[in-house]
């Protein structure tokens, strides 16, 4: 069966962003260059900006799909079972978690890309109100300041700390935002 040629675009779009997702997780974002990209996707540099225009064009097709794929694997969690969320929450931390903690140190320097980082603690936030909602206050301020303090317990700032400045495991570093998030959700209770 022959590839048209709308499979082969989409098959070099995908290695492309398949490329940058890796070289922009293991690298600070202005060190990462579209000729780097380039090279290691197999194409020329003028294919890449044929198909995302810029750096940042390209970083925000990358988010976008990394994105998509996070909150499906975010969504695998079975509502307000702590242990199980904070379970698949690390996993993608342990994906992701160094490049999320670069891209937010680095925010000012990103340019066009910096609400992207508003964005997404947003859909955390998000996420934690889906998972964890039945459990939180009604009122909206009480409400809020919950979900505030689970950001904290499940941020990717705390797994950092956690699991890479305090060099604890995987099963103590998530024993630990487990903890947290039930101690959150404890209090939540005794205001409710």
Same mark, same amino acid.
């Given at each position: 069966?022959?590839v ?5 675009? @989409? !098959? #070099?779009?995908? *290695?492309?962003?398949?490329? &940058?997702?890796?070289l922009?997780? +293991? ?15 197999g ?25 998509a ?11 307000n ?22 891209? @937010? !140190? #680095?925010?000012? *320097?990103?340019?066009?890309? &910096?609400?992207?980082l508003?964005? +997404? ?50 099963a ?21």
């Amino acid at each position: 069966m022959a590839v048209t040629r709308a499979e082969t675009t @989409a !098959a #070099t779009r995908s *290695r492309i962003i398949e490329v &940058a997702t890796e070289l922009f997780s +293991a690298n600070w974002f202005e060190d990462v260059s579209l000729t780097r990209i380039a090279e290691a996707a197999g194409v020329s540099h003028q294919t890449v900006l044929n198909h995302f225009e810029s750096k940042e064009g390209l970083a925000l097709a990358m988010w976008q799909a990394v994105g998509a794929e996070t909150v499906e694997r975010r969504n695998t969690a079975k509502r307000n079972d702590v242990p199980k969320a904070v379970h698949v929450l690390v996993g993608e931390y342990e994906r992701f978690g160094d490049s999320n903690a670069r891209w @937010a !140190a #680095t925010a000012e *320097r990103l340019g066009s890309l &910096a609400p992207l980082l508003d964005e +997404a603690r947003g859909v955390h936030q998000q996420w934690l109100n889906d998972m964890f909602g039945d459990a939180l206050p009604t009122r909206s301020d009480a409400r809020a300041r919950c979900i505030n303090a689970l950001h904290a317990a499940t941020d990717v700032y705390t797994w950092k700390l956690l699991r890479r400045d305090l060099k604890l495991s995987r099963a103590e570093t998530e024993r630990t935002m487990v903890e947290l998030a039930n101690g959150v959700l404890l209090q939540a209770r005794d205001r409710t």
